[in-house]
């Protein structure tokens, strides 16, 4: 790896071809398209996981599955889900292969830490799932592994799972780290930060939040690990230890953690909206502080989680108001949104499709979450179907719905191929149709006191519960036309030139797929990313 | 402007065996940023750190100990204890400034005495954790103060290697010289990182 010949930079070792998508590889398209598929992989496990759930669901009894293996599955399902899909799809997959383009770098400012942060998440993966069998017993406590219940359940289950989490806390941490490195100190000279496209702003404001708030998560689930192996009283009560000390060192983390998963959508959707509706992003500024808000406020509402936790009223006043503060960014982003796509030319192609969509749903998620902020109302649906279907509004509705559009988006990019629109589209009904149907009567069911996370419920359930059952299976099968489409395309997908979209931000300035280096000769310097109207040859293209 | 093509070279290297690689990454706008990916590192351990000492402090707020379970801790030897530390990041100091100069020889012994102290310290940690009357499981102060310790004492062991190996590549000819020395800079940013927390845990385990 000598520096004056950078194209031996990714090493003339390396394996070249399909191969390199199963090697140690250096290059950031590589890495990114080795998160992405490894993630949808993941993806395959936590929807047949869901699909455990809600098959389980269609009748009052438990009548599907014994108790304990209900309790393991939804664990399984919200662990793989998060830390397996989508924090490594929609910050891994499409922050490498998009972030260095649009600094104006051949790569990520540490290769080899990049990649050995994906390569630590195949085996933690493996690992997590492996423990139902290896174990005897996989995990039990739900995605949040509360003490005192992740004290009582099966001790081996729960330790791998903690040792998972951690390999997954510390890819996430050097994924952020290089991130931050890259963002920041790696840009091409003459390119200035107020520049930058929005991802950029958006993977920065996450991986500051990931750096801060992921350890604190690690070094909690290592004292839950001593309670279970070492016998320490941390946070057993019986011991004389606190639980109410893990939930508040557990939301550090985990509220960010939303944002962890929402701003790098947030980002990936201000890309995809004014390509195709030809205008340029409104409010880049605010978009700006607005995300960097998001990541200051982040950081201080973790205990609007915690309401019922015996949390005093001062601290619960705090965190209603600080929790009501983020609809102001939040919402500011959203109208920036709207009058972005406004008098636009929109092609509602399925990349468009899957983004208007997010912007829907997340509005009805961002709304449910203003109204669990506020404690009278969070105290009588704490615990119910109510937060399983705000939760689901926001990662799913919200960034599940990004990352296909994304991947409507960048597939010509990654793969020099169309994908194909009457798949697409079908693709997107059916999700579409399928989420609202399965989530939206979660709502009802949560209002009128269904709790989560158990197998049996009252029959007067029954009835909305085989309606969200119906809707799983629409997302079940939304799969396919997604599955054949990428199959049929790598095939006989129609050829889809360097820049299909005729966009502005620089990964389009090159052949698709890039070259090893990004650029053949001098990178470009890409200084109005969203200037559609701006130029002679770019014209703004807005509807009479 | 210049050929962009070399940009990213200097981070590439961040882990690379490659010895042949002494110049050239501030020859293309872009300074070295190993520096700074390991300081964001270092904020992230800070963040773990910070975690413990919130559980600490507020386990010691609302958790009181039982009558007659708390235990008074002896202060000398953990005094001595931080003076070895502090002292051990002035002599690192030392030996950088010596190697940025080009003394390798007296850059190699200020390191040897930073290691030595580093050793010290962790020696003196073992004699106080064999003379202490409560052990991990008594209760949870015993619990939050052995984690608290060991967690800094596995960073000072890590410390203590790290000067090793990097005494070991301050020669004419190894890896740290005068005008290249990333490894000796990086260990330490890190020593004085540990030395820093454990200040702070002093404060709030030993004083407070």
Known sequence: MTLANPSDFNGSLQPQGWLRYFSFSLDHKVIGLQYLVCGFLFYLVGGALAGAIRTELVTPLSDFMPRDTYNEVLTLHGTVMIFLWIVPVVNGAFGNYLIPFYVGARDMAFPRLNAVAFWLIPPAGILLISSYFIAGAAAQSGWTAYPPLSLTTPAAGQVVWILSVLLLGGSSIFGGINFIATILKLRRPGLKLMQLPMYCWAMLGTSILVVLSTPVLAGTLILLSFDIIAHTGFFNPSLGGNVVVYQHLFWFYSHPAVYIMVLPAFGLVSEILPVHARKPLFGYTTMVYSIMAIVFLGLIVWAHHMFTSGTPPWMRLFFTIATSFIAVPTGIKFFNWLATLWGGKIALNSAMLFSCAFIVNFVFGGITGVALAQVPFDIHVHDTYFVVGHFHYIVYGGTVFVIFGSLYHWYPKFTGRMLNEDLGRLHFLLTFVGFNLCFAPQHWLGLNGMPRRVAEYDPAFTTLNQVSSVGALLMALSTLPLLINVVVTALHGKPAGDNPWNALTPEWLTSSPPPVENWIGEAPLVTEPYGYGHHQDQPQEVAA | ?208
């Open chain 2, 1 to 208: 402007m210049t050929s962009t093509a070399p940009l990213q070279d200097s981070g590439s290297r961040d882990l690379s065996p490659d010895p042949g690689h002494t110049t050239a990454h501030t020859s293309e706008g872009h300074g070295d940023f190993r520096l700074f990916g390991l300081a964001t590192f270092l904020v992230a351990d800070g963040m773990t750190f910070a975690g413990f000492f919130a559980a600490y402090l507020t386990f010691r707020a609302v958790n009181p100990l039982q009558e007659g379970s708390t235990y008074e801790l002896e202060l000398l030897l953990p005094t001595i204890n931080t003076v070895v530390l502090i002292i051990s990041s002035f002599t690192f100091h030392r030996a950088g400034k010596e190697c940025r100069d080009g003394n390798l020889g007296a850059s190699r012994l200020w390191l040897a005495i930073t290691g030595a102290l580093g050793a010290a310290f962790l020696a003196g940690q073992m004699v106080e954790y064999f003379s202490l009357p409560f052990s991990l499981t008594d209760n949870l102060f015993a619990s939050t103060f052995y984690a608290l310790t060991g967690f800094h004492g596995l960073h000072v062991t890590l410390g203590v290697i790290c000067i090793a190996i990097v005494a070991l590549q301050t020669r004419s000819g190894g890896r740290n010289t005068a005008s290249d020395h990333f490894g000796l800079e990086a260990a330490e940013l890190y020593w004085h990182f540990v030395d820093g927390i454990w200040v702070v845990l002093y404060g709030i385990l030993y004083l407070l």
